[in-house]
C-alpha cells in the first residue's frame, strides 16, 4: 500500500518551545491514522503544521511533508490554498466556533464548493444538500437555510464534516472531533467518519485522547508525548500489547468495570519543551527507568508489528492480566443520609414588554433520590439532561420549585441552611473556573471555614495545612496563587475545599472529566482513599461510564430532567433495562473487542426541556416505542433490589 | 511668618488623592498578581517615556496645587494682613514670568508690540510698533534679537546636555556599584537595551526633557518665549498654570466616577433582578440627557450659589475653585455610566463562574463575595478606564470652556485661552501664539497619557497577555 500521506522527521518550534520534535509517520489512502495522547503533548500542532496554519511565533524547523508525492512545506502558499480544503481538510473540535453563526449553513457549505469545485447557483445547492445527506443530517434540503445556532451539536459537527468534504480531500484531519459532544452523539458522528472513510477512500489522520474512540476507528495508532512518537503500530497489535511503559500506563489508568483496587497512576506532568531534553523524555515519571534512560535518547526498535522508541523495549514485564475482583457490596439498610423527594426546578421563560412568563424550562422535573452515609450515588446523563441542575438545586445555590430535601433526619428549609452547608459541599468540574486567581490557597480553603464558623479561628491554620496533606499537595502550596499549579493539582485544591468545612456528602460535578486520563486516575483514586477514610458520601454527576463503573455503588439515570433507571451500578450498567440506558452503555467507545450483542445508536438528539414530548419523553428516539409511550408518562416498575426503571416496555405494556 | 498658606478645596482633593496613589502602590507591590502587570508596563520603552513626560506635568500640577497669600508689607506684626491674591509654590518658583506683563499682544520671542501705536521719538510723534517693558529690553536695537536668540539657545541646550549627561553617569554609577560589574559592561548592556528595564529611552527622554527646559529657561530670563496674551499676561506661564486646570479635571473627576461606577455597575451584575434593573434605567435616563446640558445647568446653578453667598469665598482663587470642583463633579456624575455598564457585564459573567459559586455554596455574604471575588477580577477594568478616561476628561474642560460652561473666565486653563484666542483668528497678522500654545501643552499632555494608557492596557488585558 503506497502511502498518501508521508511525514518525516517533522520539527516545529513555537517561539522557544519545540512542540513537535521529528516526528514521521505515513497514512494510506482509505486508513485511519490515529495521534494518541495526552493534552500539551504536541498532537494538534503536529496537525496544524500539516495544514500550515501554525499560530503566530510557529514555524516548521524541519523535515517534510508529503501529500500523494508532493511536498507541502516547499510549496509556495498560492498552491497550498488550494490543497487546504481541496486535497486536504480539517474538522475542529468546536463545532461552534468553526462555523460562522450569522451566515447559513447551506451558504457556509456552498463556499467551499464554490473555492474547490467552482459550483455555483442550484449545482451547488445540490451538491451541499448531497454532502448534508452523504453525513447523515435528516431533512437536508430544510437544514441548508438553517443558521447554525439552529442546529444541535451533533448536527453542527456534521455540517462542519460537510464542509470539509465539499473539497472531495484526500486526507481528513479530524482534530478531537467528537470531545465536545455526549456519548450518543459521538458514536452517530463517527460512525459517519468511518462510513466515508470507506466509501471515499480518504485517508484520515483522527487526533484523540480517547483509547476507546482510537479501538474502534484507527487502523494505525502512534502514540505522542512531549512532542514525539513513542509508539506506532497496527491497532491489533497496539491494543493487544502495548509496548512502551506510557501506553501501557495509559490503559491501566482507565478505570474499568468490576474493578475495585486503585488506577494506576502515572506520577508527575508532561515535561516543559522550551528547555534542553536529554535522554528519554518519558524517564521521570517511567517505573522501569534505568540510568541508560536519563542520558540517551531511545531509538527505533521494531517488535513485530509494532514500533516503539524505548531502550527496554521487548524486555519489560508481561503486563499483568488484572483482577477482576468483584467488589465487595455489602449492601446496608442504613438510613439514607440525604433523602430528595420530588424535587423540581423549573426556570420561567419570560417573554414581551411586561415580561411575562410564557412557558418553563423543566431543568429538573421531579426527581426523588435516596444516598446513604459513606456510599457513591452516580447521576449520569448526556449533557442538558439537568444533572448539574439538580446538584445546584440540593445545595440552593438554584432555588428550587418544589420538593424536600431532607439531610440527615432533618427537613432542610432556607432557615437553617448554614446547617445543611456544613454538611454537604460540592466539587466543580472546571478546576480553572473554581479558583479564584486572586486569592492564595490558604486564603480559599480558609473561605468556607470563615463563613461557616468552623473551629477556632487560631486552629483553622493548622486545619489547612491538615488539609493540603489529605489531598496530596506540598506543605508550601497554601501561600501560593492556584496558577502555579497544575489542572489536578488545581482539583486537588477544589476538593481540600469542599472537605475543609468536613461535610458528610460531597456533590463532584464531572470533576474529572476536564482532565487527562492519567491524572483522572490520580483524582478518583483521591476519591476513593477520602471516602474509605472520612466516611464520605458522594453524589457523583458525571456523563462518563466508565468512572461510574469504577466509583459508584448506586447509579440513577437522567433523561431530560427526570430519572428514568435507578439501581445498583454494576447491575444496572451490566444489564441495563431501559432503552435509554441500554442505548447510552453501547454508545461508549471500548477498549475490550464487544462481547456479542449490536451497537444501539440512537436516532436523533435529545428533545428542549422547554417544550417535552408528551407522554414518555423518550419515545421519540426509542427503539421500542409504541402507542401508550405517547400518551401517558410511565410508573417506575421496581425490578428488585433497589432496581427500578420507568418504561412501558420494560412493564410489558407494549 | 510672611506667608499664610491656602488649603482650596481642590488642593486638599488633590493630596489626598496623591496620597490614595502612594498607599495603593505601596499595596500593589506586596500583591504579586498586580505587581507582575506594573512590571511589564515597566519594561516598555514608549509606556516609560511616556510616563516621564507625564511625571513632569504631574510636578508642575502639584507644585502648582500649594497655595499660600504673602503677608501684606506694612502690616503689623501682631495682627498681619494678608494679600487678596492667592500664590502657588510654582509662582514663586518661576519668580517674573508671573509679573512681566506687557501692554498687549506681542508674538513669541518678540521686541516690539504686535500693534503700532504712537510712540514719542527724538520729540517726534510717530506711529511705530513699540518696545516692549521685559520682552528683549536689554537689547539695544533689533538687529541684535536673532544672534542672541540662537546664543541663548545653545546656552540653554548646552546646559541641558550637561546635566542629562550628569544624571546618565550618576546612574551609571549607582547601578555599577549595586549590581558590581564594570563600567564597560554596564555601558555596553545599556547600549544593547540588554538591562531588563528600558534605561535607553529613560536616558535619552530624560535628557531631552533637560534640553526643552534648558532653552525655554534661558530664554524665558530675556523673552517671552510664546508670547503675551490680549491683557499683555506671558502666555507661557499661562500654559504652565493651566497644567493643573487639566489635571485637576482628569483626576478628581475620576474620584468622583469610581465610587458610582463600582458600585453600581457590581451591584447591578451580581444581583441582578430588580437591582440591575433599576441601575440599568438610571444610566440609560442619565445617558439620554444631552451631557452638555446637564453641565451647562449645574454649573451656573453652581455660578448663582457662589454670587449669592460671596461671604462664604474670601478670595477670587476660592470662587473660582468652588467651580471647579462642582464641574469635576457634574463631569463625574455624567461619565460614571460607559464603566458602570461594562463592569456590569463584567460580573454578570463572574457571578456564574465556579469560585463564585463554592462561596455561596459556604454561606459566603455577599458583601465578602463582592468584595473577594468579584472587585479584585474587575479591577484591571478600572484601572484601565481611569487611564483611559483621563485624556478624554482633559480634552472635554478644554472644549466646555470654549463653550462657556467650563472653569471660572479667570481661572488659567486651555480651554479658556483657546476661547480667548477664538476671536483674534480673525487678525491679521494672525494672533496665532495663544492657540498654539494651549494646543502644544495639551496635545503634549493627552499624547503621553494615552500611550501610557496603552502600555497599561496591553499589560492587563488578560486577552494580550495570554498571547505574549
Known amino acids: 500500500m503506497s502511502a498518501l500521506l508521508e511525514v518525516r522527521g517533522l520539527v516545529t518550534d513555537i517561539g522557544a518551545a519545540r512542540v513537535v520534535d521529528g516526528v514521521s509517520f505515513d497514512v494510506a489512502a482509505g486508513e485511519t491514522y490515529a495521534l494518541l495522547g495526552e493534552s500539551g503533548c504536541g498532537k494538534s500542532m503536529t496537525a496544524l503544521s500539516l495544514m500550515r496554519l501554525l499560530p503566530d511565533g510557529g514555524r516548521v524547523t524541519s523535515g517534510t511533508v508529503g501529500l500523494d508525492g508532493e511536498n507541502l512545506l516547499a510549496l509556495p502558499e498560492r498552491a497550498m490554498r488550494t490543497v487546504r480544503g481541496g486535497r486536504m481538510a480539517m474538522i475542529f473540535q468546536e463545532p461552534m466556533l468553526a462555523l460562522n453563526p450569522v451566515i447559513k449553513v447551506g451558504e457556509q457549505i456552498g463556499e467551499a464548493l464554490a473555492l474547490?469545485?467552482?459550483?455555483?447557483?442550484?449545482?451547488?445547492?445540490?451538491?451541499?444538500?448531497?454532502?448534508?445527506?452523504?453525513?447523515?443530517?435528516?431533512?437536508?434540503?430544510?437544514?441548508?437555510?438553517?443558521?447554525?445556532?439552529?442546529?444541535?451539536?451533533?448536527?453542527?459537527?456534521?455540517?462542519?464534516?460537510?464542509?470539509?468534504?465539499?473539497?472531495?480531500?484526500?486526507?481528513?484531519?479530524?482534530?478531537?472531533?467528537?470531545?465536545?459532544?455526549?456519548?450518543?452523539?459521538?458514536?452517530?458522528?463517527?460512525?459517519?467518519?468511518?462510513?466515508?472513510?470507506?466509501?471515499?477512500?480518504?485517508?484520515?489522520?483522527?487526533?484523540?485522547?480517547?483509547?476507546?474512540?482510537?479501538?474502534?476507528?484507527?487502523?494505525?495508532?502512534?502514540?505522542?508525548?512531549?512532542?514525539?512518537?513513542?509508539?506506532?503500530?497496527?491497532?491489533?497489535?497496539?491494543?493487544?500489547?502495548?509496548?512502551?511503559?506510557?501506553?501501557?500506563?495509559?490503559?491501566?489508568?482507565?478505570?474499568?468495570?468490576?474493578?475495585?483496587?486503585?488506577?494506576?497512576?502515572?506520577?508527575?506532568?508532561?515535561?516543559?519543551?522550551?528547555?534542553?531534553?536529554?535522554?528519554?523524555?518519558?524517564?521521570?515519571?517511567?517505573?522501569?527507568?534505568?540510568?541508560?534512560?536519563?542520558?540517551?535518547?531511545?531509538?527505533?526498535?521494531?517488535?513485530?508489528?509494532?514500533?516503539?522508541?524505548?531502550?527496554?523495549?521487548?524486555?519489560?514485564?508481561?503486563?499483568?492480566?488484572?483482577?477482576?475482583?468483584?467488589?465487595?457490596?455489602?449492601?446496608?439498610?442504613?438510613?439514607?443520609?440525604?433523602?430528595?423527594?420530588?424535587?423540581?426546578?423549573?426556570?420561567?421563560?419570560?417573554?414581551?414588554?411586561?415580561?411575562?412568563?410564557?412557558?418553563?424550562?423543566?431543568?429538573?422535573?421531579?426527581?426523588?433520590?435516596?444516598?446513604?452515609?459513606?456510599?457513591?450515588?452516580?447521576?449520569?446523563?448526556?449533557?442538558?439532561?439537568?444533572?448539574?441542575?439538580?446538584?445546584?438545586?440540593?445545595?440552593?445555590?438554584?432555588?428550587?420549585?418544589?420538593?424536600?430535601?431532607?439531610?440527615?433526619?432533618?427537613?432542610?428549609?432556607?432557615?437553617?441552611?448554614?446547617?445543611?452547608?456544613?454538611?454537604?459541599?460540592?466539587?466543580?468540574?472546571?478546576?480553572?473556573?473554581?479558583?479564584?486567581?486572586?486569592?492564595?490557597?490558604?486564603?480559599?480553603?480558609?473561605?468556607?471555614?470563615?463563613?461557616?464558623?468552623?473551629?477556632?479561628?487560631?486552629?483553622?491554620?493548622?486545619?489547612?495545612?491538615?488539609?493540603?496533606?489529605?489531598?496530596?499537595?506540598?506543605?508550601?502550596?497554601?501561600?501560593?496563587?492556584?496558577?502555579?499549579?497544575?489542572?489536578?493539582?488545581?482539583?486537588?485544591?477544589?476538593?481540600?475545599?469542599?472537605?475543609?468545612?468536613?461535610?458528610?456528602?460531597?456533590?463532584?460535578?464531572?470533576?474529572?472529566?476536564?482532565?487527562?486520563?492519567?491524572?483522572?486516575?490520580?483524582?478518583?483514586?483521591?476519591?476513593?482513599?477520602?471516602?474509605?477514610?472520612?466516611?464520605?458520601?458522594?453524589?457523583?454527576?458525571?456523563?462518563?461510564?466508565?468512572?461510574?463503573?469504577?466509583?459508584?455503588?448506586?447509579?440513577?439515570?437522567?433523561?431530560?430532567?427526570?430519572?428514568?433507571?435507578?439501581?445498583?451500578?454494576?447491575?444496572?450498567?451490566?444489564?441495563?433495562?431501559?432503552?435509554?440506558?441500554?442505548?447510552?452503555?453501547?454508545?461508549?467507545?471500548?477498549?475490550?473487542?464487544?462481547?456479542?450483542?449490536?451497537?444501539?445508536?440512537?436516532?436523533?438528539?435529545?428533545?428542549?426541556?422547554?417544550?417535552?414530548?408528551?407522554?414518555?419523553?423518550?419515545?421519540?428516539?426509542?427503539?421500542?416505542?409504541?402507542?401508550?409511550?405517547?400518551?401517558?408518562?410511565?410508573?417506575?416498575?421496581?425490578?428488585?433490589?433497589?432496581?427500578?426503571?420507568?418504561?412501558?416496555?420494560?412493564?410489558?405494556?407494549? | 511668618m510672611s506667608v499664610q498658606p491656602v488649603v482650596l478645596w481642590t488642593d486638599a482633593l488633590v493630596f489626598v488623592l496623591l496620597a490614595a496613589v502612594l498607599v495603593l502602590a505601596w499595596a500593589i507591590r506586596r500583591q504579586e498578581h498586580l505587581r507582575a502587570p506594573w512590571a511589564a508596563v515597566a519594561r516598555r520603552p514608549m509606556a516609560m517615556g511616556a510616563a516621564l513626560v507625564l511625571a513632569v506635568f504631574v510636578v508642575i500640577g502639584l507644585l502648582d496645587s500649594l497655595h499660600y497669600r504673602e503677608r501684606l508689607p506694612g502690616s503689623p506684626a501682631d495682627a498681619p494682613q494678608y494679600s487678596v491674591e492667592v500664590l502657588s509654590v510654582f509662582d514663586a518658583l518661576v519668580g517674573t514670568l508671573r509679573t512681566q506683563h506687557e501692554k498687549t499682544y506681542s508674538a513669541p520671542l518678540a521686541m516690539q508690540l504686535y500693534a503700532k501705536e504712537f510712540v514719542e521719538r527724538d520729540g517726534e510723534t510717530v506711529r511705530d510698533y513699540p518696545r516692549l517693558r521685559y520682552g528683549g529690553a536689554h537689547l539695544a536695537h533689533a538687529g541684535e534679537r536673532r544672534p542672541d536668540i540662537a546664543w541663548r539657545s545653545v546656552t540653554g541646550l548646552v546646559q541641558g546636555l550637561v546635566a542629562g549627561v550628569l544624571l546618565f553617569g550618576l546612574l551609571a554609577a549607582w547601578q555599577v556599584r549595586r549590581t558590581r560589574t564594570s563600567l564597560d559592561a554596564w555601558l555596553s548592556d545599556w547600549g544593547a537595551g540588554r538591562l531588563g528595564w528600558p534605561a535607553r529611552t529613560v536616558v535619552v527622554v530624560v535628557s531631552l526633557l533637560l534640553v526643552v527646559g534648558g532653552v525655554i529657561a534661558q530664554l524665558a530670563a530675556g523673552y517671552h518665549v510664546l508670547g503675551t496674551d490680549k491683557v499683555g499676561q506671558d502666555v507661557l506661564y499661562i500654559s504652565l498654570k493651566s497644567i493643573r486646570t487639566g489635571l485637576v479635571i482628569g483626576t478628581l473627576t475620576t474620584l468622583v466616577t469610581l465610587p458610582l461606577a463600582i458600585g453600581l455597575g457590581i451591584a447591578a451584575g451580581y444581583f441582578r433582578g430588580w437591582v440591575d434593573d433599576v441601575i440599568q434605567y438610571v444610566y440609560t435616563v442619565l445617558n439620554s440627557i444631552p451631557g452638555v446640558l446637564l453641565i451647562a445647568a449645574a454649573v451656573l446653578i453652581v455660578q448663582v450659589y457662589i454670587e449669592s453667598n460671596p461671604e462664604l469665598f474670601d478670595t477670587a482663587a476660592a470662587r473660582a475653585d468652588i467651580r471647579l470642583l462642582a464641574l469635576c463633579v457634574i463631569m463625574g456624575v455624567t461619565s460614571w455610566t460607559g464603566l458602570a455598564r461594562l463592569l456590569r457585564g463584567e460580573s454578570l459573567k463572574l457571578r456564574t463562574l465556579d469560585y463564585v459559586e463554592a462561596a455561596r455554596a459556604f454561606g459566603v455574604s455577599h458583601a465578602r463575595i463582592i468584595g473577594r471575588h468579584i472587585f479584585p477580577n474587575v479591577f484591571h477594568l478600572v484601572l484601565i478606564a481611569i487611564v483611559l478616561d483621563f485624556s478624554g476628561l482633559v480634552l472635554a474642560e478644554a472644549v466646555l470652556s470654549y463653550v462657556g460652561v467650563g472653569v471660572d473666565p479667570s481661572m488659567y486653563s486651555w480651554g479658556n485661552m483657546i476661547n480667548g484666542a477664538r476671536l483674534e483668528l480673525a487678525r491679521e497678522p494672525v494672533v496665532w501664539w495663544q492657540l498654539g500654545a494651549a494646543f502644544a501643552f495639551m496635545f503634549a499632555l493627552v499624547l503621553a497619557a494615552n500611550l501610557f494608557a496603552d502600555g497599561v492596557r496591553d499589560a492587563f488585558d488578560p486577552r494580550q497577555g495570554a498571547r505574549r
Open chain 1, 116 to 654: 474547490h469545485q467552482s459550483l455555483s447557483g442550484a449545482a451547488a445547492r445540490d451538491a451541499a444538500r448531497a454532502l448534508l445527506d452523504a453525513v447523515g443530517v435528516p431533512d437536508a434540503a430544510r437544514r441548508l437555510d438553517a443558521y447554525p445556532f439552529e442546529l444541535s451539536g451533533g448536527l453542527r459537527q456534521r455540517a462542519m464534516i460537510a464542509i470539509a468534504l465539499a473539497g472531495k480531500p484526500q486526507l481528513l484531519i479530524a482534530d478531537e472531533p467528537t470531545t465536545a459532544l455526549d456519548v450518543t452523539i459521538q458514536a452517530q458522528v463517527l460512525e459517519v467518519l468511518r462510513n466515508l472513510k470507506a466509501e471515499r477512500r480518504m485517508g484520515m489522520l483522527l487526533i484523540t485522547h480517547d483509547l476507546g474512540v482510537v479501538a474502534e476507528n484507527a487502523d494505525r495508532v502512534g502514540v505522542m508525548y512531549a512532542g514525539e512518537l513513542l509508539e506506532e503500530g497496527t491497532r491489533e497489535a497496539f491494543f493487544a500489547a502495548p509496548q512502551h511503559p506510557y501506553s501501557r500506563m495509559l490503559f491501566d489508568a482507565l478505570p474499568r468495570p468490576g474493578d475495585g483496587g486503585r488506577l494506576t497512576t502515572i506520577p508527575g506532568q508532561v515535561p516543559q519543551l522550551d528547555g534542553a531534553l536529554a535522554g528519554c523524555r518519558f524517564e521521570p515519571r517511567c517505573p522501569h527507568a534505568v540510568a541508560r534512560c536519563r542520558v540517551e535518547s531511545p531509538d527505533w526498535q521494531t517488535l513485530g508489528g509494532q514500533r516503539v522508541r524505548c531502550h527496554l523495549a521487548g524486555q519489560l514485564p508481561a503486563q499483568p492480566s488484572r483482577a477482576a475482583a468483584a467488589r465487595a457490596m455489602a449492601t446496608q439498610a442504613a438510613q439514607p443520609l440525604l433523602q430528595v423527594d420530588g424535587l423540581k426546578v423549573h426556570f420561567p421563560v419570560r417573554r414581551g414588554l411586561l415580561q411575562r412568563t410564557v412557558g418553563h424550562v423543566r431543568a429538573v422535573d421531579d426527581v426523588s433520590l435516596a444516598i446513604e452515609a459513606g456510599r457513591t450515588l452516580a447521576l449520569v446523563g448526556e449533557s442538558g439532561c439537568g444533572k448539574t441542575t439538580v446538584g445546584k438545586a440540593l445545595l440552593r445555590l438554584t432555588e428550587p420549585t418544589a420538593g424536600s430535601v431532607v439531610l440527615d433526619g432533618e427537613a432542610v428549609t432556607a432557615r437553617n441552611l448554614a446547617a445543611l452547608r456544613r454538611q454537604l459541599q460540592m466539587v466543580f468540574q472546571d478546576p480553572f473556573s473554581s479558583l479564584n486567581p486572586r486569592m492564595r490557597v490558604a486564603d480559599i480553603l480558609l473561605e468556607g471555614m470563615d463563613a461557616l464558623g468552623v473551629g477556632a479561628a487560631g486552629q483553622r491554620r493548622a486545619a489547612v495545612a491538615r488539609l493540603l496533606q489529605q489531598v496530596g499537595l506540598p506543605d508550601d502550596a497554601g501561600g501560593r496563587y492556584p496558577h502555579a499549579f497544575s489542572g489536578g493539582q488545581r482539583q486537588r485544591i477544589a476538593i481540600a475545599r469542599a472537605l475543609a468545612v468536613s461535610p458528610r456528602l460531597v456533590i463532584c460535578d464531572e470533576p474529572t472529566s476536564a482532565l487527562d486520563v492519567s491524572v483522572q486516575a490520580q483524582i478518583l483514586n483521591l476519591l476513593k482513599d477520602l471516602q474509605d477514610a472520612l466516611g464520605l458520601a458522594y453524589l457523583f454527576i458525571t456523563h462518563n461510564l466508565a468512572v461510574v463503573e469504577y466509583l459508584a455503588h448506586q447509579l440513577a439515570v437522567m433523561y431530560l430532567g427526570r430519572i428514568v433507571e435507578h439501581g445498583p451500578a454494576a447491575e444496572v450498567l451490566r444489564a441495563p433495562r431501559h432503552p435509554y440506558t441500554q442505548a447510552l452503555v453501547s454508545a461508549v467507545p471500548r477498549i475490550e473487542p464487544h462481547a456479542g450483542g449490536t451497537v444501539i445508536r440512537l436516532a436523533g438528539d435529545q428533545p428542549s426541556p422547554l417544550n417535552p414530548p408528551d407522554g414518555c419523553h423518550f419515545h421519540p428516539r426509542c427503539p421500542h416505542a409504541g402507542e401508550i409511550c405517547r400518551r401517558t408518562y410511565p410508573d417506575r416498575t421496581e425490578l428488585g433490589d433497589g432496581h427500578w426503571v420507568r418504561c412501558h416496555w420494560v412493564a410489558g405494556q407494549v
